[in-house]
């Protein structure tokens, strides 16, 4: 049954890759690619929920199953095995079930687009290798499917690549995120060599009995930490997924909630055993989460792309799941990865639905005055919205809370100044979420008189998904995670005089969620003289943020122009055109010269080879008389 889980996918891109793809059209009908691109992984999500079952019924005892021997070295088995537990479940069901809600949106955002074969075959692949990920028993395995993910991502970030730009933005995935995957084999490599096995669960289970002193925790644990860091955009490898807006909608929504950056947060769950060992690791993981909270949140305030006020977002909530792991809160992290799935799909999906309404425009200050427009895209994205400020009773509010409870109080690393970079953080995201509520439904319209007259709503394929997604995001709290991940994955101890601290940080949490939407209503609602104004007074520190800090300028300085120096100078002019080319060139000149001296001696003249003879026999007669 695991391995149908993870092959169904891959039927599902075969067939659509082979029978519905050529050269940008079809071979078969859209009501073909549609069958199989949303029926597929429909069906690997339910056969996620039978396994479920049995692992229920199983009481939750963990369950493999080897599909495959990949290679036996000497005593070592390498084998392609799936491993299902706790973790595994609640990861497969969002991968596969927020995945299908995705695929099922898709069919009405992409109906008209000329390759929607070639896209449902891309999406169909990126769900096949992000299930290998979360089943792979192994780190192998995982890396495998790990890589595919990039792959799948490169292919969907780039999708559009007639324009250039898109291009360019999934090739930015793409190699940024193999900088990362650097300190993973490192990390890889180190645990092989330590233990002799990959096997994620024997991993854990020889660091927590401590029969692993042949290497470092820590060093495992950074190593593994650059891998993680690099595919779910922490600093400083974050710079990628901002771009990654480039491809369709429905591919944003699948890379921020279900599939790619959840891989980090997944891979430092599973590898806990090291983390508990690694006391400086996870110190490391917990202070680079909350400044990349805390700086995307910043950034996320003042950008006036619906899509990337919403990427941003990602990049700070998966700051909150990295500081939760960092302090030991494993289970309150894959809570959060739940919740957010919920959410932010129902914001991307949202956010295309509005871009759907308005032909393509996607700039917060040419929309308004949306709330009647299109009431079922403004409610749904409202939900959503207030999910993620973290407002009770809604779903964020609960997995954030605990996140800022454990980041204050847990006695694996949690202290006031996490808490309090994470609560001023939890505070702009309110403020920047309501922000882009009110520009986009709010206040008069600001919409091109053409484009205006056109606005409607979207059609029930992608209205009903936004309803279903708004429900979860509601009610997604209520499902607890942490406590159903506690035999697995406990949650950490906190210290016994702060247990008093509980109640009223809890109460600051929701006044922090309010008075953001109510700074985002003062200063945006009205004409919006109040944000003009903010923005002229503080005119330096806008420009900065909008310009991201300038991160990228600041790579492309110190990295990128080097390296195109160095290529160019180096390896082109010198290497390439001097030493290989000029190597070649010279053999070759040297065989032209060679060449034209004996032709000068065949030249067809016989009384120079009469003269040659005559010098050899001198020539031979001379050396006799010398040495006889």
């Not at 790619?260 to 110190?283: I, W």
């Not at 100044?417 to 600001?446: E, I, K, P, Q």
């Not at 420009?543 to 300038?550: I, S």
Request: charged share 10%; with cysteine; hydrophobic share 55%.
């Amino acid at each position: 049954m695991l391995t149908l889980i993870v092959l169904l996918p891959l039927l599902g891109f075969v067939l659509n890759g082979v029978l519905a793809t050529r050269l940008g059209g079809n071979r078969v009908g859209k009501g073909f690619v549609t069958v199989v691109g949303c029926g597929l992984p429909i069906a690997s999500f339910a056969l996620v929920l039978m396994a479920f079952s049995q692992l229920r019924a199983a009481d939750y005892a963990p369950w493999v199953e080897v599909a495959y021997r990949w290679a036996l070295i000497g005593d070592s088995a390498f084998e392609v095995a799936f491993y299902f537990d706790r973790l595994t479940a609640v990861m497969a069901l969002v991968v596969t079930g927020v995945g299908s809600v995705i695929h099922i949106y898709s069919v009405g955002y992409m109906a008209h687009d000329k390759s929607y074969g070639r896209f449902f075959a891309y999406l169909n692949l990126f769900l096949f290798f992000m299930l290998l990920l979360v089943l792979g028993r192994s780190l192998l395995v995982l890396f495998v499917g790990w890589e595919g993910v990039g792959l799948a991502s490169y292919l969907l970030i780039g999708f559009w690549f007639d324009e250039l730009a898109n291009a360019r933005a999934g090739k930015k995935a793409f190699i940024t995120n193999r900088i990362g995957d650097a300190g993973f084999l490192l990390g890889m490599f180190l645990l092989y060599q330590a233990l002799g096995t990959l096997d994620m669960d024997r991993i854990n289970a020889a660091f927590g009995a401590g029969a692993a002193p042949a290497v470092s925790a820590s060093l495992v644990g950074i190593l593994l930490f650059v891998g993680a860091s690099g595919k779910s955009a922490q600093i400083p490898l974050h710079v990628w997924l901002p771009d990654a807006m480039a491809g369709p909608t429905p591919v944003s929504a699948l890379i921020h909630a279900a599939t790619m950056v959840t891989a980090g947060v997944y891979l430092v769950a599973r590898m806990s055993g090291v983390y508990l060992q690694a006391p400086e690791a996870s110190a490391v993981i917990a202070a680079i989460g909350v400044a990349t909270a805390f700086f995307a949140a910043t950034i996320a305030i003042v950008q006036t792309d619906i899509k990337k006020v919403l990427a941003y977002s990602t990049v700070s909530q998966l700051g909150f799941m990295f500081l939760a792991l960092g302090v030991g809160a494993y289970g309150v992290a894959i809570f959060h990865v739940v919740t957010h799935a919920f959410f932010k799909a129902c914001l991307f999906l949202g956010a295309g639905s509005v871009i759907h309404a308005l032909d393509g425009e996607q700039d917060v200050r040419k929309m308004g005055g949306l709330r009647t427009k299109i009431p079922l895209t403004f409610w749904t994205f409202a939900i959503a919205t207030v999910a993620i400020a973290g407002i009770p009773p809604l779903a964020g509010f609960f997995s954030k809370d605990e996140i800022l409870w454990f980041a204050f109080a847990s006695t694996h690393g949690g202290s006031p100044w996490l808490w309090g970079v994470a609560a001023l953080t939890a505070l702009m995201t309110a403020f920047y979420m309501f922000r882009l509520l009110w520009l986009t439904f709010f206040g008069r319209s600001r919409m091109d008189a053409k484009v205006e007259a056109h606005v409607h709503e979207s059609p029930l394929s992608m209205t009903g998904v936004l309803m279903v997604l708004a429900l979860l995001s509601a009610v997604g709290g209520f499902i607890a995670v942490p406590h159903f991940l506690e035999p697995q994955l406990a949650l950490p101890e906190v210290h016994e005089a702060l247990h008093s601290y509980e109640t009223p940080l809890l109460v600051l949490s929701v006044v922090l969620a309010l008075a953001g939407l109510g700074g985002a209503v003062f200063v945006f609602g009205g004409s919006g003289a109040r944000a003009d104004a903010l923005q002229r007074r503080f005119a330096g520190i806008h420009r900065w943020l909008l310009g991201k800090y300038f991160i990228d300028e600041l790579y492309e300085r110190i990295i990128g122009r080097p390296l195109v120096w160095i290529s160019d100078r180096v390896f082109l002019r010198f290497g390439d055109r001097r030493l290989l080319d000029g190597t070649l060139d010279g053999l070759a000149a040297l065989g032209r010269l060679g060449a034209a001296g004996l032709s000068r001696v065949q030249a067809g003249s016989l009384q120079l080879y009469a003269w040659f003879v005559v010098v050899g026999i001198v020539g031979a007669l001379l050396w006799s008389w010398r040495h006889v």
